[in-house]
């Protein structure tokens, strides 16, 4: 009776990730990312531009409005401006994409990162909520001013004016405190979402 002799099985060589693999890692996942935040803005970008102008009408003396809906909206867009008029002021929106996502991400990973426990490894519910709002109100500093300038470039096609309006031009029209406008009111809205958002994502 021979009695099969049981081989190991032969370890691989795992070999460390040096720095700059990583770095790697991280500027393909930062680029795919940015590339794929620019994909659906730019999809969605013209429905975007609608709900600004029905948000933005006003009634006349006459108790008419501009657009009936939001369907009538598109079709004069598109009828007086063309297809150029659904993408008015899509740029300040595809350079502020990649750099949001990086500080909010950023901002919530240095907070938890702040509240974990080094021994454990957990982090208690309070940690979570506060990084992920103040990666909230971290992204609403820098976003609020490009939200300014889109918005103002997206209703600028609604008033006929010899003044070609660009984002500059909005910039210094509106100084640095208009460029912050109704940051209160997006830090209410943007800090409770991602205090909710994260806690829950990480579960």
């Keep these: 009776m021979t ?5 190991k099985p032969k370890e691989e060589d795992s070999k460390p990730i040096t720095i700059g693999q990583q770095a790697a890692v991280q500027f393909y996942r930062f680029g795919m990312s940015s590339v ?27 108790d008419e409005v501009l657009y009936k809906n939001s369907f009538d909206c598109f079709k004069k867009v598109l009828k007086f401006e063309g297809i150029k008029g659904l993408y008015r002021g899509i740029l300040p929106q595809l350079c502020g994409v990649s750099p949001e996502k990086a500080i909010k991400m950023t901002t919530n990973d240095a907070v938890r990162q702040y509240f974990t426990d080094r021994k454990s490894g957990t982090i ?6 506060l990084a992920g709002g103040m990666g909230g109100c971290a992204q609403v500093m820098f976003t609020n001013p490009i939200e300014i300038v889109k918005i ?43 205090a909710i958002y994260f806690p829950t994502y990480a579960t």
Excluded: H, W
């Design 124 to 129: 208690p519910l309070y940690g979570e909520v």
């Design 36 to 62: 794929g935040g620019a994909a659906g803005a730019a999809t969605v970008y013209p429905i975007d531009l609608v709900k600004t102008r029905i948000q933005n009408q006003v009634t006349t003396i006459a």
């Design 3 to 7: 009695v099969s002799k049981q081989t």
């Design 152 to 194: 103002r470039l997206q209703v600028a096609g609604e008033v006929a004016s010899t003044r070609q309006i660009t984002a500059m031009s909005v910039v210094k029209e509106l100084g640095f405190a208009g460029l912050y406008k109704g940051t209160q009111a997006c830090l209410l809205r943007d800090a409770p979402f991602s």
